[in-house]
C-alpha cells in the first residue's frame, strides 16, 4: 500500500510554518506498514489541489490531505474534493450534533451558519469522527485508491488520525510490515564507515535497504525491510546488525528504535528510580525543556537553575567567584562546580551541568566560539567533558543538549 | 518567477525527521519575491527523481533539490542529474582544493576517495560554494528553467542559500515584491471574524489574498499582495489594515513581521534597558529556553529557575509551605510568590513565572488538567493571571510559553 500526503496551505509555501503534520502522518503509517511515496505541500489554490489529486490518483493507493477545512473562504478542500469525486455536500446530522454539542459546551458565544455548515460532507464521504473541532475527517474511495481529508491543526489531525484512520486502515487493508532498526554511530564521518563496510554492504541482501543520516558529529545507518513474516523480517536485520557489529561495533554508541534519548534516558531514571537536577549555562533551559516535554517528567526531574550571567552562578549556585578568575566561568572546574552544586541544591541523585560559548559573541569568557564543558555529578563523582561544537549558534546548543544526554545514559547505565 | 522545492531522502517519509529545510528554503525566495509553487518530499528513488524533475520542469521556473549529495552509496542526486542533464561528472579543481583543505584543517583522518569525489561534479553545472562541507551546490539550467541542488545538511543548506543562491537570484533574475501582513488576534473563532469582516472581504482587491491561521486560542490574518512597485503594495495593504481595524481593532493584539514574539519580547528589554529572570513550574525550562535561542540574550536575560517539584519551590524559591497547603501549588498565591522570589534571587527587573498542570496525569496539586497560572513580577507590582488552556500536555506547555511573552510583551510596553 503506497501513500501520498498533501499538505495544503499557503503558510508552508512561504515558509510561515514548517509542516510537522506530514512527518507525524508518515510516522503513524511506516509503523502499520503503509510506504509513504511522496509528501506534497501546495497552495490552496482549487486547480493545484486538482491537478494534485489526479497525479496523486496514478501512483499511490491512499492519499491523505491536511487543511483547507475550516469555516471561512479560503478554505476550499471540501469543495475541490465535490468537484473531483463529482459529489454535492449534504447535511450530516451526526456532526451537526457534535457542532453544536461543542459550541454548547466549550465556546462563549452562539453558533454561527459557517460553524453549522460544517456538517455539510460530500454525499460520498463517510466520517472520521474530530473530537477536538467542528472540521470532521473525511474518507472517500476513487477506484482502488482511498482519498482521505483532515483539518490541518495538528491536534485535531493527530487524534482523527489516531482515533479513526489507523483503525480503519488496519482493519480494511492487508498490509506487509515495515521493520528499521537504526544504529547511532560517534566519532567517524560517513566516507569513512561506508569503506569500512563497503565489502559488507555490497553483500546486503537486496531486500534490505542501507541509508546513511549524517548529523552533528554523528552518524546514524539505518537498515530498513519489509515484507509479511515480522519474524522473519526481524531475524535478518538482526543478521546484519551482528555483522555490523563486528566490523564497527567500537563506533557504534547506541541503537535508535525511534526514540528521541530523551526518552530513554527518562525511562532509565525511572527504572533505576533515581533524580536528576540541572544547571544550564549556554544551553539556556533546554536540557530542562527537554526533559519536561515529556509526560511523567516529575517522576525524576527534580528540577534546574539556568545561570546565564556569571553573576547568577555565583548568587544562586554559589560558585566561588575565586574559582571563576582562577579558571574563567567556562572551565571544566566551574562545569564540575556548577553539577555538585545543583545536586546540593535539589537534592537529586544525579545533575549535569553545561558553561560555553554558543557565540555568534565572545561573553563573559574568553573561551573561543564553540568552546563547551558539561559537568556530571553523580552520588560517587563528578567529573566532566570537554567539546568544540563549531560556531553555529544553534548547532552549539543543540549539539550541547544532546551530548548532555550521551553523558548522562553512559553514566545511569553503569549503575 | 514560480518555484519547485524537492527534497530527497526516506527519513523524511518515514517520518523520521521533520522537514525543516523547505520552510527556511520557502522564507528566504518569498523575502525576493520568488513564489513557492510547490514542496514535495520523494525518495532517494532514481526514476522517481527523475519524473519529479519532469513534472516540476513543466510548471516551475526554478528547481530546488535537497539531500543525496554525501559521499555514500544511497547518495544519487549527482548521478541522477547527470542522467536527466546527458551530462558526464567531471573533476572540479576549486572544489577538491576546498576538500582537501577542509579534511587538513578539520578532519583528523586521511582524506578518502570518496571524499575526493565530491569534487565529481556535473560538466554542465556551475558550483555554489559550501563553506562548511564537502558536498557543493550546483546550478544548472535546461530551457527555461534553472536547477540547483544542495546538500540536506541544514547548516550547509542555509549557507548555501544564503551566500550563493540568493544573491545570484537578485542579480539574474527581475522579480516582483511580494508583501505579507499578518495581524494577530485574539479571544474570537475564525468563523466570527469571518462574519464580521464579510463585507470588507468581499470587497477586497482582487491582487490581496486573505487567509485566516487559526491556531491555539488566537487567529492570524494574513494579506498577501505582489507586484513591481513596492511602495505601492505597501500603501494597497496599509489601507486594509486600517479597514479592518476599523472593523475588528478590539480584537487585533500585534502585528506579525514574521518575527517571533521572544524576538520581539528580546528586543523591547534591550531596547528598554531592563533584565529578566524566569521561575516555570510548567513550563519546565521552555521560556528559558525560547529566550535564550536568541543571539544577545546574555543582553538582558540574568536566568532562571526551573522548580518542577514542589519540594523544589520551597527549599530554592523560598515559597513558604504555608502559602501552598493554604492555596494549593497550583494557585495565583504560588505564581505571584514565585516570580517575587525569582526576581529578587536575580536581581532583574521583570520577573515571569509558571505553575499549573499540564497532565496527562494530576501532579502534586488537586488543580485540573491545563489549569495555569502565569505570574508577573515588576519594579511596581506583581500580578498573576489564570488560564485553562485544554487536556494535551504539549499543547498546554506551548500555549503558556506563548501566553507568558504575550503578558510580558503587554507589561513592559507600559514602561
Not at 119 to 135: C, E, F, H, R
Not at 235 to 245: A, E, P, R, S, Y
Not at 306 to 324: F, G, N, R
Request: aromatic fraction near 6%.
Amino acid at each position: 500500500m503506497r501513500a501520498h500526503i498533501i499538505t495544503i496551505g499557503d503558510e508552508i509555501l512561504i515558509g510561515q510554518i514548517v509542516d510537522t503534520n506530514s512527518a507525524f502522518i508518515a510516522k503513524e503509517l511506516d509503523k502499520i506498514g503503509v510506504e509513504v511515496y511522496q509528501i506534497s505541500s501546495i497552495s490552496d489554490d482549487k486547480q493545484h489541489i486538482l491537478d494534485s489529486l489526479t497525479a496523486a490518483e496514478k501512483t499511490a493507493d491512499l492519499v491523505i490531505l491536511t487543511g483547507g477545512l475550516g469555516p471561512t473562504k479560503d478554505d476550499i478542500t471540501k469543495h475541490t474534493l465535490c468537484e473531483y469525486f463529482e459529489d454535492i455536500l449534504v447535511e450530516n446530522a451526526e456532526v451537526l450534533e457534535h457542532v453544536e454539542n461543542l459550541f454548547k459546551h466549550h465556546v462563549n458565544r452562539p453558533i454561527l451558519p459557517a460553524n453549522r455548515s460544517q456538517a455539510m460532507i460530500p454525499s460520498k464521504a463517510s466520517v472520521l469522527k474530530n473530537a477536538y473541532g467542528t472540521a470532521p475527517g473525511m474518507w472517500m474511495q476513487s477506484g482502488n485508491t482511498v482519498f482521505i481529508s483532515m483539518p490541518g491543526v495538528p491536534f485535531e489531525m493527530k487524534s482523527i488520525m489516531t482515533e479513526e484512520i489507523i483503525p480503519r486502515l488496519q482493519k480494511e487493508f492487508s498490509r506487509p510490515f515495515i521493520v528499521h532498526r537504526t544504529l547511532q554511530t560517534y566519532g567517524v564521518g560517513e566516507s569513512e564507515i561506508a569503506n569500512t563496510i563497503e565489502e559488507w554492504e555490497n553483500n546486503l541482501p537486496s531486500d534490505i535497504k542501507l541509508a546513511y543520516l549524517p548529523a552533528l558529529g554523528k552518524v546514524r545507518l539505518r537498515l530498513s525491510t519489509k515484507g509479511v513474516d515480522k519474524v522473519l523480517l526481524n531475524h535478518n536485520l538482526d543478521k546484519q546488525i551482528t555483522l555490523l557489529n563486528e566490523l564497527i561495533g567500537d563506533i557504534i554508541v547506541g541503537y535508535d528504535d525511534g526514540e528521541s534519548i530523551e526518552a530513554v534516558v527518562a525511562s532509565l531514571f525511572k527504572t533505576k528510580n533515581k533524580t536528576l537536577a540541572v544547571a544550564e549555562s549556554c544551553t539556556g533551559g533546554q536540557i530542562a525543556a527537554a526533559i519536561t516535554a515529556i509526560p511523567g517528567a516529575s517522576g525524576y526531574f527534580k528540577g534546574g537553575m539556568v545561570t546565564y550571567a556569571t553573576h547568577s552562578k555565583v548568587e544562586l549556585l554559589k560558585i566561588d567567584q575565586e574559582l571563576i578568575d582562577k579558571h574563567s566561568v567556562v572551565s571544566a572546574e566551574v562545569a564540575e562546580a556548577m553539577a555538585v552544586s545543583v545536586r546540593n541544591w535539589y537534592k537529586s541523585d544525579y545533575a549535569i551541568s553545561t558553561t560555553g560559548n554558543a557565540g555568534p559573541l565572545k561573553g563573559d569568557s574568553e573561551a573561543e566560539v564553540g568552546t563547551v564543558f558539561i559537568g556530571i555529578a553523580t552520588p560517587a563523582k563528578v567529573f566532566s567533558v570537554e567539546f568544540n561544537m563549531g560556531n553555529h549558534r544553534e548547532r552549539v546548543i543543540s549539539k550541547s543538549v544532546n551530548k548532555a544526554f550521551e553523558l548522562l545514559q553512559k553514566e545511569i547505565l553503569k549503575n
